[in-house]
């Protein structure tokens, strides 16, 4: 972490490389380790949708520039300014594949090994179950969520305290969806496919089992 020392020559031999990685607290200080020759960066602050683009200016410079966010709104700004911006959003793409009209059901084959076997829990401002889910664009459905994870079966319904209708996803549609913790979805994959506007890069995962 470098917010402490704000040094190129300390970071230089605190990093595992001149590239990095490494940790910032202020996008000022990723952006003077960007312009010193540090590209793996950790922005390690909840992101504010006003500074999304020095964000994207420099990932635009080829600079590996991660974000964290812990909210919805955090989460809508992000979607909202990759697609304005032709940047992609993680996520699991789902097909329904069948319906319970009855109890306002939609069933998807997506489940825990691809989403997660942790919910949301009590404590959380909004239920978000095991994911929010979108459409193909990344737009969430207002209130639409995963309620229910078996293996390999998903099960979205609207939340508890929601009056809106249940939204027209006949058998086939596909969905996206936000995982509440994507841990299981990454254990699925031996690389990750890194998508901007220009390039896509691969990398592959180092450790898999336990």
């Given amino acids: 972490h470098l917010k402490t020392a704000k040094s190129i020559d300390v970071a230089r031999r605190m990093?595992?490389?001149?590239?990095?990685?490494?940790?910032?607290?202020?996008l000022q200080e990723a952006e003077a380790f960007a312009a010193a020759g540090v590209k793996d960066l950790l922005y390690a602050v909840g992101i504010a949708p006003a500074k999304l683009d020095r964000v994207l200016?420099?990932?635009?410079?080829?600079?590996?520039?991660?974000?964290?966010?812990?909210?919805?709104?955090?989460?809508?700004?992000v979607a909202?300014?990759?697609?304005a911006h032709c940047t992609r959003v993680i996520s699991v793409l789902a097909t329904v594949i069948g319906e319970q009209p009855a109890k306002r059901q939609l069933i998807v084959d997506?489940?825990?090994?691809?989403?997660?076997?942790d919910r949301g829990t009590a404590g959380q401002p909004v239920d978000q179950g095991y994911g929010l889910v979108c459409d193909l664009a990344g737009q969430?459905?207002?209130?639409?969520?995963?309620?229910?994870?078996?293996?390999?079966?998903?099960?979205?319904?609207?939340?508890?305290?929601?009056?809106a209708a249940l939204p027209s996803l006949p058998i086939g549609s596909l969905v996206r969806i936000l995982p509440n913790h994507a841990c299981a979805?990454?254990?699925?994959?031996?690389?990750?496919?890194?998508?901007?506007?220009?390039?896509?890069?691969?990398?592959?995962r180092i450790a898999a089992g336990w």
């Fill in 15 to 26: 990093m595992a490389s001149p590239a990095g990685p490494a940790t910032v607290s202020t």
């Fill in 57 to 77: 200016a420099l990932q635009r410079r080829g600079i590996d520039l991660t974000i964290v966010l812990d909210s919805v709104e955090q989460a809508r700004a």
């Fill in 80 to 83: 909202q300014k990759s697609r």
């Fill in 110 to 117: 997506a489940g825990w090994m691809a989403v997660s076997r």
């Fill in 140 to 163: 969430p459905y207002p209130d639409l969520i995963m309620t229910q994870a078996s293996q390999e079966h998903g099960v979205l319904e609207m939340r508890a305290s929601s009056r």
């Fill in 185 to 204: 979805t990454a254990a699925q994959h031996s690389e990750y496919v890194v998508l901007d506007e220009t390039a896509q890069t691969r990398w592959p």
